[in-house]
């Protein structure tokens, strides 16, 4: 199927189609209709059916799409079958949590070393490099590396991002709790855990209050 440009909002739903369609047992049906997705999720059928025809021609009507060939079509489309290199930024708890976690590659990345300005040590315990920060473009320009990982305090996140992008990197991944300002061509997706926990504590409130 050709590849289609579509909006952020649709490429952030797709990955969870995705986890739902892994999660259904093997002996269960080989197909899977949008309506059935859309009840399972919560979402709307419509939505579905149009995220669904943007990445996959599968569908067919009354009988809807071979699941093992969506799942494929998904994977696909949001590019997990193909690896891309990364670099991180912040080597500290939460740089090196990242660092060791397998569950990437799944998804097509591949965290190649991580920098910091006062490394306390040369490489991770599962044998990740970790390179001073004075390296960085070397490193990337040598790799061909286009994405990068900020882990570091948000006092230091837009120095950082403004050396990644000094250093050719075209995609950052923001864990610090701040707004980078990026020229238009590059690309930020951030990781706000504050965001998520108040989120999460309004919803608990509420429920609190409508039990009283």
């Known amino acids: 199927m050709e590849r289609k440009e579509v909006s952020k909002s649709v490429l952030k739903r797709l990955p969870s189609y995705l986890a739902y369609l892994k999660t259904i047992p093997e002996d269960a049906s080989p197909y899977i209709s949008a309506t059935a997705m859309a009840n399972a999720l919560g ?19 009354k009988i809807g799409y071979l699941r093992e060939g969506l799942i494929e079509d998904i994977s696909q489309f949001l590019g997990y079958d193909n690896t891309t290199d990364a670099i991180l930024v912040g080597a500290g708890k939460l740089g090196q949590a990242l660092l060791g976690y397998s569950g990437f590659e799944a998804y097509g990345l591949n965290i190649l070393a991580a920098f910091d300005t006062n490394p306390k040590a040369d ?19 040598t ?28 995609a950052i991944w ?23 926990l108040a989120v999460l504590s309004m919803h608990l409130q ?4 409508e039990k009283k």
Do not use: W, Y
Not at 43 to 61: I, T, Y
Not at 123 to 141: L, Y
Not at 206 to 209: C, D, G, P, V
């Open 123 to 141: 490489k991770t315990v599962d044998g990740k490099p970790i390179i001073p920060v004075e390296r960085m473009e070397s490193f990337c320009r």
């Open 206 to 209: 509420a429920q609190i209050k």
């Open 43 to 61: 979402m709307g059928e419509v939505q579905v059916r149009k995220d669904l025809a943007l990445v996959s021609d599968g569908g067919r009507p």
């Open 143 to 170: 790799n061909k590396v286009l994405m990068g990982i900020i882990t570091v305090p948000s006092e230091h996140a837009q120095e950082v991002c403004d050396r990644m992008i000094a250093c050719g990197i075209k």
């Open 174 to 196: 923001n864990f610090a709790p701040v707004h980078l300002d990026v020229p238009g061509n590059i690309l930020v997706q951030n990781e706000n855990m504050a965001t998520s």
